[in-house]
């Protein structure tokens, strides 16, 4: 989740005119904590439901608000508009098959599309993948750590704007990536600048109607502390780059498991060739054993 810090957005949002909100409707200014009495967890909303309401608004106001009382206004904006500088480094470096990990209203996603990049976007947000689908990408309603399609064979995953925090724990996201990832693959993730104290933070979200969600464990990672992570998730540090005040790392697979990977996948084609030989010698799958036939005319 990066966050602009804006000073113009740090203060309480403005009465919308003739309405007069009720001091509990309005959200804590930056600098005020939180009261310690928070609604029970279960009557506050979840993040999601906040994130969505901000999606859904004309002007997008979202903030983000630290344990230490600190808010920082969020760039729904951005997320919502067409690509942000900076994105055009990104997207050059999608190279295949593409997984868009937390793609909100889809971008990044559609940008690949519209540039001929297979790409997939996923979502636990149902309105931000609506929103993705309605800007021409191929977007799902799924958790990260769901099931997902091509599992072990993406060539790209994106953790943009800062999404290297959901789940508050960098190794098991990263550990989870490099599931995903075939042996050549890359994980593309957005750094924090100026990130928080490393491990997971309870963070809230908090609308200009204001409502607050439930804590939600995130984390801020920044560019002194990506590499741990990587290393702890089997992964790599390929490169690291910046532009637009913003930061940038690609991970690959650690070189023994891109090795144990390719060789698993020499094993399938030296498989693959016995098989091709045994129909090029037949002259057709049918006169295979069935199981090698039915394999081969699926494959034709
Ligand atoms: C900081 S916003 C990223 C915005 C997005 N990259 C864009 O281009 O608009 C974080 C996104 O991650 C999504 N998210 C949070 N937890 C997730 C999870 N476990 N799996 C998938 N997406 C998740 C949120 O719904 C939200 O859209």
């Given amino acids: 989740m990066t966050t602009t810090a804006a000073p113009g957005w740090t203060t309480a949002p403005p009465p919308i005119p003739g309405v007069a909100p009720s001091p509990a409707a309005q959200p804590p200014s930056a600098t005020q904590p939180l009261p310690a009495t928070q609604p029970s967890p279960t009557t506050q909303p979840s993040p999601t439901a906040v994130?969505?309401?901000?999606?859904?608004?004309?002007?997008?106001?979202?903030?983000?608000?630290?344990?230490?009382?600190?808010?920082?206004?969020?760039?729904?904006?951005?997320?919502?508009?067409?690509?942000?500088?900076?994105?055009?480094?990104?997207?050059?470096?999608?190279?295949?098959?593409?997984?868009?990990?937390?793609?909100?209203?889809?971008?990044?996603?559609?940008?690949?599309?519209?540039?001929?990049?297979?790409?997939?976007?996923?979502?636990?947000?149902?309105?931000?993948?609506?929103?993705?689908?309605?800007?021409?990408?191929?977007?799902?309603?799924?958790?990260?750590?769901d099931p997902l399609p091509g599992q072990g064979r993406w060539s790209t995953l994106v953790l943009a704007d800062g999404n290297i925090g959901i789940g508050g724990d960098p190794t098991r996201l990263l550990t989870r990536a490099a599931a995903l990832l075939g042996p050549a693959g890359r994980v593309l993730v957005e750094l924090e600048p100026d990130p928080a104290p490393p491990g997971p933070l309870l963070v809230r979200l908090e609308g200009a109607d204001g409502r607050v969600s439930r804590p939600f464990p995130w984390s801020f990672v920044g560019p002194a502390n990506i590499h741990d992570h990587a290393t702890a998730a089997g992964l790599e540090l390929a490169e690291l780059w910046g532009g637009h005040g913003r930061r940038f790392a690609a991970l690959a697979l650690a070189r023994r498991r891109r090795q144990v990977l390719s060789g698993r996948s020499c094993w399938w084609a030296s498989r693959l060739c016995v098989c091709w030989g045994l129909v090029g010698r037949s002259g057709a799958p049918g006169s295979l054993p069935p199981a090698a036939g039915r394999w081969a005319q699926r494959s034709r």
Avoid at 120 to 138: E, K, M, Q
């Fill in 51 to 145: 994130y969505e309401a901000a999606l859904r608004s004309v002007d997008g106001r979202l903030w983000v608000r630290h344990p230490d009382g600190r808010r920082d206004r969020l760039p729904v904006h951005c997320w919502r508009g067409g690509l942000a500088p900076g994105d055009v480094s990104l997207l050059r470096r999608c190279a295949g098959p593409t997984l868009d990990i937390g793609c909100g209203p889809g971008r990044l996603a559609a940008a690949l599309a519209a540039g001929g990049v297979p790409s997939l976007g996923i979502d636990v947000a149902p309105f931000a993948v609506r929103l993705a689908r309605r800007a021409g990408a191929t977007a799902l309603c799924r958790d990260v750590f």
